[in-house]
């Protein structure tokens, strides 16, 4: 019973640890250091527009206009 347990573990909990960008309520894109850009910093990191820099992952509704008034 614990070896089954063990293997559920194993399998399970890497995938259930990694989360996309956009299910936390950001905008949904990952920055090019790795970590998921916040709406007040999507235009001032990823571009116009957003995917000019950052990988999207669930982007969200609106991103794209977000990332407009600050763009660099």
Avoid at 18 to 26: E, F, I, K, N, Q
Avoid at 41 to 59: D, F
Wanted: charged share 15%.
């Amino acid at each position: 019973m614990r070896a089954c347990l063990a293997i559920f573990a194993i399998l399970i909990a890497p995938t259930a640890a990694y989360a996309l960008c956009g299910d936390s309520g950001g905008p949904g894109y990952r920055g090019p250091d790795g970590k998921c850009v916040s709406w007040l910093n999507i235009g001032k990191i990823c571009g116009c527009p957003p995917s000019t820099r950052c990988q999207p992952e669930n982007p969200a509704r609106g991103a794209s206009a977000a990332a407009k008034f600050r763009c660099h």
